[in-house]
């Protein structure tokens, strides 16, 4: 596989001789056929979710603190969410630039052998997060269209859906640009005329304690698609359409359906500690609107581009093990699998494990950022080749210590939600004195720390990188 390449001068070739679809195999070049408005359509469904309204709750009662104002859950929601999108725009560039995908990328920061570690990271949590989706898919059909009592078809069909559009990513692309979006912004908006005849409380009513905590939230759900951004942009025809697609397009949704959510656990919603309760909660109250069925059944249908967007990555993550594998192919294999898994998984209780995994990226994207933007900027601006995406790439291990250095920040401040891993964390603070204060970002801070930690291992990783090339 090749090493750095440049997108191509958009005026240079005619839409016509451009591929129609994504390459079958990591050998292939990607085609750089997808527009601004095709990024803007993609990672705005992206943001929308039906997982959005429901993880509202985290915004307004973070754990372990009093619940948070309607106000600062809202300024949470603004701060965390622009600081995710941020990074997703961030993390969009460097597909647009090299034409590789995300954990190809990864071979520069760490070497070809050693990007098989965050590699296999990311394949678990996106199979972990299909599987999830597809049973966010069946629980919701299921209460818009109450026709069958098993549970099966409604399965089968969100897996069959999820692999046909995986088959063809970039026309999925397409179609959710130029149909899904407008059909979404109707429904929302109609949503929140709805829950708006509702009176609602007074927006100052409440904790500002957990404010850093609900920013976390907003932070993580976009920063999960981090590891996803350039499997997409890296068919972008500019970077800048890259950017401004990933930013912009992600931001605005999650901030609308985060704040629909809200909207209606101050309104409509009893707000439920078990999250299956609140779940089926909050689609009973879309669907109690009226019209609510037509409004909430275009967002069942748009949830599709979300398992089918972490299939294909799945997919894509799988090609950087093994590059000569064809992506059709490895779309059956992980559509069926997890179509398999959602029959027959209690999900719910991976969500915890699935947040935990999210964690490890944002330390490890903080690496990326500084050696990528900074460090070897002018080694790239000299040499095309600077950033090594080869099967040769060698490895980095310097590299290796400031991510786990951000990660055992992150954790120390906010280890998550799955019990035996909270205690051990707790403990291990406990152990060294830390109590984390409620300012605290565990995003930011170990955003920080690994970024800082790139830094200073710099020096090292050139003498090592000097000694094996001597």
Sequence with gaps: MATITSPPDRGSTGAAARPAEAPLTLLEPAPRTLSLLDQLGLWGNLGVSLLGPVGAIYLLRPAGVAPLSLLAAGTALVIGTLLGSLLIGLAAIPGAQTGAPSMVLLRGLLGARLSYLPTVLNVVQ???????????????????????????????????????????????VRVLRRYALGAVAVATTYLFLQLLRHPLPSATAGSWAGFWLACDVAIAVAVSWVPLASDYTRHSRSVRSAFLGGFAGYAVTQ???????????????????????????????????????????????????????????????VQNLRPRLDRRLLAVIVGGSATVLALSLDISAYYDFLVLLGSVFVPMFAVFVVDYFLLRHSARAAHPQGWDVSEQAPARWAMLAPWLAGFVTYQLINPGYLGWWVSWWKAAADAIGFSPATWMSASVLSFAVAAAGTVLVAPLDRRLRGHVAG
Excluded at 133 to 151: D, G, K, M, N, Y
Excluded at 290 to 309: H, I, K, Y
């Design 255 to 317: 901030i609308a359906y985060y704040a629909l959510g809200l909207v209606a656990l101050s309104t409509v919603v009893r707000a439920s500690a078990d999250p299956a309760v609140l779940q089926h909660d909050m689609f009973a109250a879309f669907l109690a609107v009226p019209a609510g069925w037509l409004a909430f059944g275009v967002l069942v249908l748009r949830e599709l581009d979300q398992s089918f967007a972490d299939t294909y990555s799945t997919v894509v993550s």
């Design 126 to 172: 996106l199979i972990g997060w299909t599987v999830f989706e597809i049973v966010v898919i069946t629980s919701a059909a299921q209460q818009l269209l109450p026709w069958h009592s098993a549970r099966w078809p409604y399965v089968v069909t969100a897996g069959l859906l999820t692999t046909a559009m995986a088959l063809r990513p970039l026309g999925s």
